[in-house]
């Protein structure tokens, strides 16, 4: 790893920070969690949500940003992460760095999620010098369209996503999109 600093980003109630292996145990129960990953293709293992850990570590070493780990800055609990990685498949509208969040059930309804996505935006078009961001998700997951559009991100498109199989109920996905 390169050691790239990066500070910690706050907002009035959230850190969004570097992981910390107490982190663990909690994001793997969230991935874990039926409604948490209603939107997924299937809840996620704890060997996957480790080495979900790990990129995102790495990113947020290698080059400064990445998926920040989330806690509330009252009581310090992990909540999730919100930030920005680059899909790992392709599409028309590729490359690009896409905004997102995964917040356990018990964070939801707080607007955590917009809070600590405006926070990670404001990172992305300064320090990070994105000059765009983009953010997708299945058709039937309102919620996180809802935050989209409370950070101002507009509808763009919709699309099949390459990695869910054909006739899954989770194929068809929105693109939302924001300029700096």
């Keep these: 790893m390169t050691g790239v600093s990066m500070p910690d980003l706050t907002t009035d109630r959230l850190l ?14 969230l991935n874990a969690d039926p409604a948490v990953m ?9 060997e996957e949500s ?19 780990a989330v806690e509330v800055r009252s009581t310090g609990e992990f909540i999730g992460f919100t930030g920005m990685a680059v899909p790992r498949f392709e599409a028309a509208f590729l490359p690009g760095v896409e905004i997102g969040w995964r917040l356990a059930k018990s ?8 809070e600590a ?14 000059t765009e961001i983009i953010s997708f998700t299945a058709t039937t997951n309102l919620p ?7 950070i101002g991100m507009t509808h763009d498109e919709d699309f099949d996503h390459p990695n869910i199989p054909d006739g899954h109920r989770l194929k068809r996905h929105v693109l939302y999109r924001i300029s700096k």
Aim: hydrophobic share 45%.
């Design 16 to 29: 969004l920070r570097q992981w910390r292996d107490s982190d663990r145990e909690p994001f793997a129960g």
């Design 38 to 46: 209603e939107h997924f293709p299937r809840l996620v293992t704890r």
């Design 50 to 68: 480790d080495a979900l850990i790990d990129r995102a570590s790495a990113s947020i070493a290698d080059q400064g940003w990445g998926l920040w």
């Design 107 to 114: 964070a939801w309804g707080n607007g955590y999620a917009p």
């Design 117 to 130: 996505a405006r926070a990670a935006l404001a990172f992305g078009f300064g320090s990070a010098g994105l």
């Design 144 to 150: 996180s369209q809802r935050v989209m559009q409370k």
